[in-house]
């Protein structure tokens, strides 16, 4: 029996594909047949439904703790841009004694330390892919001025903003990875995805790379 994927002989897709993520959220809903299945079961009597009735109160609190996991990871990610906030505003101040740079950069790094946390996860994603482009902005700046590297604060600030940009990427993968256990468990039928249904839970959004990032990795870099 052939293989249902072929590696070698194809078909395949020589132009190649782009893969993004959608931005949706899809809620959890369950239909007649759920509803059915526990009458079935307090029919068959007593002793199944109670069984049934505490394995959704253990889905319930599964959901419930891996709901603040999520929260904790967000945390963590939030703390990290805080911080690479303040780097970044301290990056700049050096830089602006040193050179000309560009004003902007410095009205954008301090809305961001006085807009305080992010709301929601959209808008910690927006905030991360901000402040990824005002670090690309100030890192040139800094590549452009070799006698910079040279200056000890300087560099130490670099450094540390190249050190919290390494944090936030493998805070983001955490983050990503608890998202993914939360989109797959809320639609485990029955318990899970009854549970999730219930309570109006759905789907979550995982941390994604800018257009600008995606078009910078398939350009030409030699």
């Known amino acids: 029996m052939a293989n249902e994927l072929d590696e070698l002989n194809g078909p395949v897709n020589g132009q190649g594909r782009d893969v993004n993520v959608i931005e949706k959220q899809i809620p959890v809903k369950t239909g007649v047949g759920s509803v059915i299945f526990e009458v079935i079961l307090w029919i068959l009597g007593i002793i199944p439904g109670i069984v049934f009735l505490f394995m959704k109160i253990k889905a319930g609190n599964y959901l419930s703790q891996l709901q603040q996991k999520i929260q904790h990871d967000a945390s963590q990610i939030d703390n990290y841009l805080e911080q690479r906030v303040v780097i970044l505003q301290n990056c700049a101040r050096l830089l602006d004694k040193a050179i000309d740079l560009d004003k902007t950069t410095m009205t954008q790094i301090a809305a961001y330390r006085s807009g305080g946390a992010p709301a929601d996860d959209g808008a910690r994603n927006q905030m991360a892919q901000q402040l990824d482009a005002v670090g690309r902005s100030i890192n040139v700046a800094f590549e452009s001025y ?77």
Do not use: C
């Open 146 to 222: 070799p006698d910079l590297k040279a200056h000890a604060e300087i560099a130490d600030a670099m450094q540390q903003n190249s050190y919290l940009q390494k944090e936030i990427t493998a805070a983001r993968e955490l983050y990503n990875d608890t998202v993914n256990v939360w989109n797959r468990d809320i639609f485990a039928w029955p318990t899970k995805m009854i549970v999730a249904s219930k309570r109006g839970y759905t789907t979550r959004i995982p941390f994604t790379a800018s257009q600008e990032v995606k078009e910078q990795a398939r350009g030409v870099f030699f």
